[in-house]
């Protein structure tokens, strides 16, 4: 897994080139995210406990999307990867894929929430 930038510059730079670098946009995004990661993170959590591989799909797809916002790196790959466990229905592999990711996405989380405090 990729550690998180150091400084904030990298991935606010990601925010404004998805947005048109327009402040307001950024910071609804940024809201979004907040909102979002943690909900379709458990909404995962809970597809992958009950094994039904659409909705490991859908969440895993939802969580890439969410991701792209600030990541480039390791954790959007994994979250694909999620997606293709769900698709392939390989359930099972989506268990750990979702460990190991669930403590950066928590991190994401935190990081752009603290963005927004400043804004």
């Known amino acids: 897994m990729s550690e998180l930038p150091k400084d904030d510059k990298p991935w606010i730079d990601r925010l404004g080139e ?32 009950g094994g039904t591989p659409k909705e490991i799909e ?19 790959a994994l979250a ?14 989506a268990v750990a894929l979702y460990d190991q990711l669930q403590p950066t996405v928590q991190a994401w989380q935190d990081r752009v929430q603290q963005w927004l405090d400043r804004q």
């Open 18 to 49: 998805c947005t048109g670098n327009h402040h307001e946009s950024m910071v609804a995004v940024a809201e979004g995210l907040v909102m979002e990661l943690p909900d379709v993170s458990q909404r995962l959590r809970v597809a992958i406990a």
């Open 80 to 93: 694909e990867e999620i997606e293709c466990c769900g698709r392939e229905s390989r359930v099972s592999d």
């Open 58 to 76: 859908r969440y895993g797809h939802t969580l890439k999307s969410c991701l792209k916002y600030v990541s480039s790196g390791d954790e959007v």
